[in-house]
């Protein structure tokens, strides 16, 4: 039987205590790994999860960081050194407006997007990089979505720094492909979640009759595909865009 095992690797992910966020945490912890919970201000819920995590027998701490903030990343990357340096880092957090048409969305809200989306990764690969390029072994995995490549009306400020995302990623994985580090993609679609289990998930409509699998995916799925690029078994694969959209999104070569 073939099984992930992450005993002894140290995982990372921003924006830890959200949504899709504390799914992966708890896949990463459920195969073995030591886990670093990052948030912004919902302190609460990170100590929460890491509260979870402890009990379950999970090493685990949270930590703090404005990711649009350079010298915030660094911070947390200080911070994190007293618990390890990560092997798995996963760039998961981003800030997201209402979609609006390009005339009517404040020119600010571009901005913003591009420092919570590229810039974000910008600061966490030069902040955690240098030690995985020290041990010659690393795995980042950073979570785009299908709006990169759907560019639908509304969504032009998101995708446009999910694009902007995706050239980062491909130009950071040949830089350090060689040197023992992989950087993938994971990009999801529209996935039901926690907080739309609780109010009643969205399950018919022009979005679901767009999915040819005929449904909306759950976190979960987004979890799993962390994993597997987290694991030994993604270890020849870098630079990959992988879409989890039920086939909304389907690259092409």
């Not at 966490?124 to 009306?153: H, Q, S, W």
């Amino acid at each position: 039987m073939i099984s992930i095992d992450l005993s002894g690797k140290i995982a990372l992910v921003t924006g830890g205590s959200g949504q899709l966020g504390r799914v992966m945490v708890r896949r990463l912890a459920a195969a073995g790994a030591d886990i670093l919970v990052h948030y912004h201000q919902n302190r609460e819920q990170a100590m929460s999860l890491v509260q979870t995590l402890a009990a379950a027998g999970t090493r685990a701490a949270a930590v703090q960081a404005d990711v649009t903030d350079f010298e915030s990343v660094l911070h947390m990357r200080d911070e994190a050194a007293r618990f390890g340096s990560p092997d798995i880092v996963v760039n998961n957090a981003v800030i997201q407006y209402a979609w609006k048409d390009i005339l009517e969305q404040d020119t600010a809200d571009f901005y913003s997007q591009f420092a919570s989306t590229v810039m974000h990764n910008t600061y966490m690969f030069k902040a955690f990089a240098p030690a995985m390029l020290e041990k010659g072994a690393g795995k980042f995995v950073v979570i785009n979505t299908e709006c990169a490549m759907r560019c639908d009306p509304g969504a032009a400020a998101y995708s446009a720094a999910k694009r902007g995302l995706d050239g980062l990623c491909r130009s950071f994985a040949k830089e350090v492909g060689s040197r023992g580090i992989t950087v993938n993609q994971v990009a999801p679609g529209w996935m039901i979640t926690e907080r739309e289990r609780a109010a009643g998930a969205v399950t018919s409509g022009d979005y679901v009759d767009s999915v040819p699998m005929g449904r909306r995916g759950y976190d979960e799925d987004i979890a799993d595909a962390v994993l597997f690029f987290a694991s030994g078994l993604s270890d020849f694969i870098t630079g990959a865009f992988l879409s989890v959209s039920g086939g909304r999104v389907m690259p092409t070569i």
